[in-house]
């Protein structure tokens, strides 16, 4: 089963690399808008790992435009077959990067405010969970539990993973709903991490909302996350 994630996460890697290769699409200035494919609809996944960049070429979409549509966790989170995705209207200028998570290289050895236990999803490594979620350093977040693990290696969906605290440390804790992007918004515009967002959430991934006319997700959001003291010791 491992060695099968393993392969699969190398596959979802090299496809985003390529498609990211591709060239841009045209700007506005020269797009013909009556042109456009303005039909919006639902789009099924019939087999689990489809990503969102096959969706997206499939479709004729903005990656973006479709992960901010569908309210994403994290676009490259692959999709289980089973799930439906709305497709928002084609539109000139496609985004295809400005909602994707990016590398960090963080010294930080633990989080601010909490919460305590982050649930993986698939595709999950210590690596991406640390560097593009939780903005920590991978050795802080394995510690212990990495024991004969890479940082690379895809971990098992739904389990539960201890990360560590700054203590003393807090977030302002609010209800919010989420109306329109992707966490990695809301972590830039309120103070905190995509990763802790996602932690007090465990179960959401996306909301297909926008198109069905349903209720829109509500959650608690951490905002303005930070340390109380100069001085914090960590909490692992």
């Given amino acids: 089963m491992l060695k099968s994630l393993i392969t699969f996460f190398a596959h979802v890697v090299a496809l985003q690399s390529a498609f990211l290769a591709q060239p841009t699409s045209a700007s506005s200035a020269t797009c013909d808008s009556s042109t456009l494919n303005t039909t919006t609809y639902l789009y099924p996944i019939t087999e689990t790992g489809t990503t969102i960049f096959e969706v997206a070429n499939a479709t004729g979409r903005g990656v973006c435009n479709i992960a901010r549509h569908n309210l994403m966790v994290d676009a490259e989170i692959p999709f289980n077959a ?12 496609k985004d295809d990067t400005s909602c994707l998570l990016v590398k960090q290289n963080p010294t930080a050895e633990c989080i601010y405010g909490g919460p305590r236990l982050y649930y993986t999803v698939l595709g999950d490594t210590y690596e991406r969970i640390a560097l593009y979620r939780l903005n920590i350093t991978v050795e802080s977040l394995m510690g212990t539990m990495g024991n004969g693990t890479s940082p690379t290696d895809v971990l098992q969906p739904k389990q539960f993973l201890k990360v560590p605290l700054c203590d003393p440390s807090q977030c302002v804790m609010q209800p919010f709903t989420f109306t329109y992007g992707v966490f990695k918004d809301l972590a830039e515009e309120y103070g905190t991490t995509p990763g802790q967002i996602q932690m007090l959430s465990p179960t959401y991934n996306y909301s297909t909302s926008l ?15 930070t340390a109380l003291s100069s001085n914090v010791t960590i909490i692992t």
């Avoid at 089973?82 to 200028?93: A, K, N």
């Fill in 211 to 225: 198109y069905t006319g349903a209720t829109k997700p509500s959650f608690v959001l951490p905002k303005n996350c």
């Fill in 82 to 93: 089973g799930q439906t995705i709305y497709i928002p209207p084609e539109v000139c200028d």
